[in-house]
């Protein structure tokens, strides 16, 4: 697999001056698309190679995965490959797994999360997490509500499909008195018993 590094390199100081903002934005963006990669890498097991227009496609699909005023201006990794570079320290995906079509736009927090999940690391909220899936999860592209490595999720009793939704990650005591009943239609818990348990919240885009 192919996957191109960021040019721009970030020095860093542990002094403060008028730059010091500057520097640690874009030392978050770093890390974000750092985290994208590698579990961008790991999941699509695959190098790119596209048509132009191909490409073009993939990286709108992306980006339609949150709002515009974040898509718009997010970074878009594709099969491991940073294709566009973006400004606003979020980063769109056109697939969640290899080749789902399950659009997704995360912050750095839901970047560290997935990197965790993906290398079946332990993972501690550090803060609160956000992402968009607001073209919602292609038909058999869903998950087990309980354990995010089931084997053949499809088939598990748990087994779900949300539509467009957005998703949070809180420390995990604020997850408390949630329900992880998807069928009401309201917010729930996903993996609830696991270090990457998060909020789901389905919402109307208007489709």
Known sequence: MRFKC???QVKIS???????????????????????????????GIGSGFADGDLEKRIAHAR????????????VVVDGEVVAEGNNGWTCMPDTMSNDGAAICIDAEWG??????????PYEASG????????????????????????????A????????HLMVILPKAMLEGITTDPSGGGPYVMWKDTDYAHIMIPVDNGQ
């Open 6 to 8: 960021l040019k721009n």
């Open 14 to 44: 542990t002094e403060k001056g008028p730059d010091s903002n500057i520097v640690e934005k874009s030392m978050n963006k770093n890390l974000i698309v750092k985290s994208v990669l590698t579990m961008a890498i790991m999941a699509a």
């Open 64 to 75: 339609a995965a949150a709002p515009p005023l974040i898509g718009e201006g997010a970074t």
């Open 112 to 121: 560290k999360m997935m990197s965790a999940m993906m290398a079946k690391e």
């Open 128 to 155: 609160i997490g956000i992402s968009y899936m607001l073209l919602g999860e292609p038909p058999g592209s869903g998950v087990s509500n309980s354990n995010p490595y089931a084997e053949d999720p499809k088939n």
């Open 157 to 164: 009793d748990d087994y779900v499909e949300t539509g467009p």
